[in-house]
Every structure is written in C-alpha cells, then in structure tokens.
Nanobody, 128 residues
Framework: QVQLVESGGGSVQTGGSLRLSCEIA?????????VAWFRQAPGKEREAVAG????????TYADFARGRFFIDRDNARNAVSLKLNNLGPEDAAMYYC????????????????????WGQGTQVTVSS
C-alpha cells in the first residue's frame, strides 16, 4: 500500500516561486520508488513535469521545466520535492506526484501509465 500526500501549492505572482512536497507512506522503503510530478490545467491534457529515480541519482525534466523547476528527494524523510521558479500563468495547474516501485530507466520516469500510485494533488495558481 502506498499513499502520497502533496503540499506546498498556493497562489503566486508571475515570476514567483513555490516548493511542492510529496510525502510517501509505503510498506516499502521510499527509496524503492521512482517518483514523478505531473500537472493538469483545466481543459488540458495531463503532462509530465519531472521524475526522479529511487536513489535520486537519475532525474529528468519536461522541456518546459528544464532550468526552472528542480526535483530532489530525501529518502530519510520519505519526501520528494519540486521547486518551481520563475512561474508564469502557463504553469497554473493541479500538480500531482506519482510513485512506482523500481526504476525502469530515465526514459520511463515521465510516462504516466507506468505509475500505479497517485496523490490527490496540490493547486498552483499564478497571477499576472
């Protein structure tokens, strides 16, 4: 059983920053799970944002996130965070974390269909 709880969303102005957190509760060590962040805005498709391997040594980003967003994890705290910088209105969405056991390679980190466990999401709003 895996439960994911996101936090850290909120409302910021254009150019602002937020740090999202995903807390992992699992019968397996959190270090057993790959974790990714996805987002979905109203009327739009869900899209991958960033993903990180179980140990944290491998990670990847969607093109729009690279250089602005940063994913990391603290397995001792069972948490994965996503720092969002230089936010714009296009970044407004519900952000979800997802987890899966194991690591299927960097190329699989951003594939939503490979993730079995999902959180409820945390809302990010960006005002101009």
């Amino acid at each position: 059983q895996v439960q994911l709880v996101e936090s850290g969303g909120g409302s910021v102005q254009t150019g602002g920053s937020l740090r999202l957190s995903c807390e992992i509760a699992s019968t397996y060590p959190s270090s057993s799970h790959s974790v990714a962040w996805f987002r979905q805005a109203p009327g739009k498709e869900r899209e991958a944002v960033a993903g990180i391997s179980p140990g944290g040594s491998s990670y990847t980003y969607a093109d729009f996130a690279r250089g602005r967003f940063f994913i990391d994890r603290d397995n001792a705290r069972n948490a994965v965070s996503l720092k969002l910088n230089n936010l714009g209105p296009e970044d407004a969405a519900m952000y979800y974390c997802a987890a899966k056991l194991g690591f299927g390679g960097v190329s699989s980190l951003l594939l939503p269909d490979t993730y079995k466990h999902w959180g409820q999401g945390t809302q990010v709003t960006v005002s101009s």
